[in-house]
């Protein structure tokens, strides 16, 4: 198991920008993937970037160019820098570590952060 605590989200104008951050109980270098996830009111939650431990990321289309998934392995964590940051970006945020290999549904969740952008 691994303990992931997430923070930095808040209230921002849209075209804004936010960084959050994911701190891991132990180290990330053999967790398969890093990844954030977003669930906004009444809808599916859904990737929004991953990293692999051998740095291989991949991004939703909708955040692509705008959004940075980043990791400090010293201190066991993983960021995602947003900018220019759209209303339907809203949702809450979730921290994951895939350290199964099974899919993020087997492996780890932080508590989520919320993140909200007004028009």
């Known amino acids: 198991q691994v303990q992931l605590v997430e923070s930095g989200g808040g209230l921002v104008q849209a075209g804004g920008s936010l960084r959050l951050s994911c701190v891991a109980s132990?180290?990330?270098?053999?967790?398969?993937?890093m990844g954030w996830y977003r669930q906004a009111p009444r809808k599916q939650r859904e990737l929004v970037a991953r990293?692999?431990?051998?740095?291989?990321?991949n991004y939703a289309e909708s955040v692509k160019g705008r959004f940075t998934i980043s990791t400090d392995n010293a201190e066991n964590t993983v960021y995602l820098q947003m900018n220019s940051l759209k209303p339907e970006d809203t949702a809450v945020y979730y921290c994951?570590?895939?350290?199964?290999?099974?899919?993020?549904?087997?492996?780890?969740w932080g508590q989520g952060t919320q993140v909200t952008v007004s028009s």
């Open positions: 994951n570590a895939d350290h199964t290999g099974l899919g993020p549904n087997f492996g780890s």
């Open positions: 132990r180290s990330i270098l053999r967790i398969n993937y």
């Open positions: 990293v692999s431990n051998i740095g291989i990321t």
